[in-house]
Each structure stands twice: as C-alpha cells, then as structure tokens.
C-alpha cells in the first residue's frame, strides 16, 4: 500500500521557519522523482520545488527560490522542504508528491497535505 504522510506543518510569524517532511511506504523511494506542491484557498494546486531520484538536481517556484530548499534522504525513505524567511502568501495546504514514468506509465502518488499558516 502506497503511503506519502506529510508532518512539520503548523501556524508561524512571518519571517520564521518551518521544516515539512514527507516519509514515504510501499513504493520504492529511489526511483522516484519527488516534489512538494501547494494550495492555497481559493487557488489552484501549484508547484513549489522538485528533486530528481538521486538528489542530485532540483528546482523551485520563483516565488520561493533563494527561501526554500527541497532535499531527501533515500535511506529513510523521506523527502524534506525546509522553508525560510515565510510570508503570508505561503499560506497554503503543502502536499508531497512522488512521480516516476516508465514505459510509457505513469506512476503518481500524493500524500494528505498538511496546513502551512504564516501570519501575525
């Protein structure tokens, strides 16, 4: 059974931090490319940063370069977004993505999201 369970949500000041990990089950993690997206009330779901397979590239939203970074960890079957200097328009509902194409199949699997509130 394919399991993604986002955690490290929660209600911050602007200017904080948070750290969203997202731990993976029933799939095999290194194969997969990996992401975070977002949804905002009333907004569409959109991408915040991706990273391949091994790690070894990754790419982010302009809104978030410079402020997020997306990393993972293979042998624990965990994808990281450790987020910095938040402001309120990073509100949003953050759900953690896996994604893998083979042979013309798409393989892509999302997690529950969990709640990111930046304000004062």
């Known amino acids: 059974q394919v399991q993604l369970v986002e955690s490290g949500g929660g209600l911050v000041q602007p200017g904080e931090s948070l750290r969203l990990s997202c731990a993976a089950s029933g799939f095999i993690f290194s194969w997969y490319g990996m992401g975070w997206y977002r949804q905002a009330p009333g907004k569409e779901r959109e991408l915040v940063a991706t990273i391949t397979s091994t790690g070894g590239m990754s790419t982010y939203a302009d809104s978030v370069k410079g402020r997020f970074t997306i990393s993972r960890d293979n042998a624990k079957n965990t994808v990281y977004l450790q987020m910095n200097s938040l402001k309120p328009e990073d509100t949003a509902v953050y759900y953690c993505?896996?994604?893998?194409?083979?042979?013309?199949?798409?393989?892509?699997?999302w997690g529950q999201g969990t709640q990111v509130t930046v304000s004062s």
């Open positions: 993505n896996g994604r893998r194409e083979a042979w013309g199949v798409v393989y892509d699997y």
